[in-house]
């Protein structure tokens, strides 16, 4: 644009951009301003959406459980480790329970997975006790003659650790599933509060609460969830809630069968108890992190000993053994 000439409409549009172009837009734009102003002033239904979105999730939900379900073919490992164990006969029938408990207490449901453990136990002895022997042999050529005689522990002490791992590896596994489950008892309780006050039955209520927690807590979710299955197909309620309190073997969840088998038996508000149980479970959580805490102190006397004093010692004597040093040397010239 030149200082002193008028302004037209071709000077302001942006370079490339035609007259008829900026015509086009501006048609554009106040037709959509006109559509959108429609749009608003029609007065809309917010149910109806929600109605069709329950209907359409309805007929998906019974086709999917109308539709024939195909049967997951077992993996070929899975299947040579089953030959195995059962070609040798080492499931014995007075410790099938026993290892299925806990199995199932670890979070292994599978049918398959006593299979697997008891193969596992059979071959990680080998597997370690070769590697022991392994040691044996490089430490018979490099260790002194009068030490030889300790490397022969290795090859035993390999196959007992074999024998060993498979429980203790499924031991760690209970553990960690039962720390998640303790952990997520409190907000369990606040959420079955809330859907017994909302008047849902007890199956009704732990099947909303497994939904609702299968992301955040997916351990007691997954038990929430098969109790309620349970409930539903199992002659007695309590048999359902008993088998909770033994796949999830805590005190905690033993408390909160106990008061749920006693409201269902003697008709007691359930909200009630409920609220009672999760304040009790809040505060022992919050004495179990008190204890922790108080623990702190004992458990870095060690650590403070070996690494922060040595170095403290340094950076405080240090200098001082230096300027020591120094004068010793000075009045030795002198």
């Known amino acids: 644009m030149i200082k002193g000439q008028p302004i037209t409409l071709a000077g302001i549009l942006p370079k490339g951009m035609t007259e008829n172009e900026m015509y086009m837009v ?3 734009v106040v037709l959509l301003s006109i559509v959108g102003i429609f749009a608003g002033m029609r007065r809309s239904n917010p149910m109806a959406s929600k109605i069709k979105a329950i209907q359409e999730r309805r007929k998906f939900l019974q086709g999917e459980s109308m539709a024939p379900k195909k049967r997951k073919k077992p993996e070929t490992s899975v299947n040579f480790m089953r030959a195995v164990v059962t070609r040798l006969q080492l ?18 449901r599978s049918k398959d997975a006593i299979y697997v453990y008891t193969f596992f136990t059979l071959v990680m002895p080998f597997i370690l006790g070769g590697m022991g022997l392994f040691l044996m042999q490089y430490s ?27 429980g203790m590896y499924a031991a760690n596994a ?9 952990k997520s008892l409190p907000d369990v309780l606040d959420l079955m509060t809330i859907c017994a006050e909302a008047g849902l039955s007890l199956a009704a209520m732990l099947d909303r609460v497994a939904r609702e927690l299968a992301i955040s807590y997916p351990e007691i979710a997954q038990e929430i ?12 309620r309590n048999k359902a809630l008993t088998n909770l309190a033994e796949r999830a073997a805590l005190p905690e969840v033993r408390g909160i069968v106990s008061v749920l088998i006693q409201t269902e038996k003697y008709g007691t508000p359930i909200a009630q108890a409920l609220r009672v149980l999760s304040a009790e479970f809040r505060t022992s959580r919050m004495l179990r992190a008190e204890e922790k805490a108080a623990k702190l102190p004992a458990l870095m006397t060690i650590p403070m000993i070996l690494f922060i004093l040595p170095t403290l010692f340094i950076v405080i004597i240090a200098p001082a053994a230096v300027k020591l040093m120094d004068t010793i040397a000075a009045n030795s010239t002198n």
Do not use: C
Not at 91 to 106: F, H, M
Not at 174 to 182: E, G, L, M, S, V
């Open 225 to 236: 969830a098969m109790t309620s299955i349970e409930i539903g197909f199992l002659p007695d």
């Open 140 to 166: 018979l050529a490099h260790v002194s003659p009068k030490w030889k005689m300790f490397n022969y522990i290795w090859p035993v002490f390999g196959a007992y650790m074999g024998l060993k791992v498979p």
């Open 174 to 182: 209970r553990k960690k599933r039962y720390k998640a489950i303790q």
């Open 91 to 108: 499931i014995k029938r007075s410790q099938i329970g026993k290892t299925e408990s806990l199995l199932i207490e670890a979070g292994f």
């Open 26 to 28: 501006a048609a554009g």
